[in-house]
T-cell receptor
Framework: DAMVIQNPRYQVTQFGKPVTLSCSQT?????MYWYQQKSSQAPKLLFH???????NEADTPDNFQSRRPNTSFCFLDIRSPGLGDAAMYLC?????????????FGDGTRLSIL | GEDVEQSLFLSVREGDSSVINCTYT??????LYWYKQEPGAGLQLLTY?????DMKQDQRLTVLLNKKDKHLSLRIADTQTGDSAIYFC??????????FGAGTRLTVKP
């Protein structure tokens, strides 16, 4: 089945130690998104790629970066994780940026900071 | 600012219908979505409705949209214990940006 796959499902890192989260998709979608979701809250969009074009949300901290080396893969890099960055990180894809193309989500990576 | 609001909790008995409500404020949204999130998992798209539609039915799910009042509801018929999850309402725009509500936690009691 075509899908959005996030690895790992659980990630533990130390305060200040860089960490990379991975997302891959077999849907051949043009758009890939990264969201941060804290407990009992709505997902918050960090940024998205439309093909190779990177679009950062205005309030996304500089500590968060992203890479998309090809259509299938997208990475979230947290350069110096703080305790406040502990959250579920969700990757999503959509075929285009058209409103009739729903976003499809992976199962998320839960990040813990020690 | 504009917001999407949902009740935080809903509890029903197995076999009853569940109705999860959502209000939004931005009339420029073009699509309204319902996602389901089970514990420790991502968001699963359940259904969505174009903003010029009033109703959409898909098996046990019925979506009602009152655009005048900016009110969206999701009805789950014959609710089962497997329906226990958090349900997110979201409004979508022509550029596919989405704004989510905080989610309604549905608990189904046997």
């Amino acid at each position: 089945d075509a899908m959005v796959i996030q690895n790992p499902r659980y990630q533990v890192t130390q305060f200040g130690k860089p960490v990379t989260l991975s997302c891959s998709q077999t849907l051949n979608h043009n758009v890939m998104y990264w969201y941060q979701q804290k407990s009992s809250q709505a997902p918050k969009l960090l940024f998205h790629y439309y093909d190779k074009d990177f679009n950062n949300e205005a309030d996304t901290p500089d500590n968060f970066q992203s890479r998309r080396p090809n259509t299938s893969f997208c990475f979230l890099d947290i350069r110096s994780p703080g305790l406040g960055d502990a959250a579920m990180y969700l990757c999503a894809t959509s075929l285009t940026r058209s409103g009739n193309q729903p976003q499809h989500f992976g199962d998320g990576t839960r990040l813990s900071i020690l | 600012g504009e917001d999407v609001e949902q009740s935080l909790f809903l509890s029903v008995r197995e076999g009853d219908s569940s109705v999860i409500n959502c209000t939004y404020t931005d009339s420029s949204s073009t699509y309204l979505y319902w996602y389901k999130q089970e514990p420790g998992a991502g968001l699963q798209l359940l259904t969505y409705i174009f903003s010029n539609m009033d109703m959409k039915q898909d098996q046990r799910l019925t979506v009602l949209l009152n655009k005048k009042d900016k009110h969206l509801s999701l009805r789950i018929a014959d609710t089962q214990t497997g329906d226990s999850a958090i349900y997110f309402c979201a409004e979508g725009y022509n550029n596919n940006d989405m704004r989510f509500g905080a989610g309604t936690r549905l608990t189904v009691k046997p």
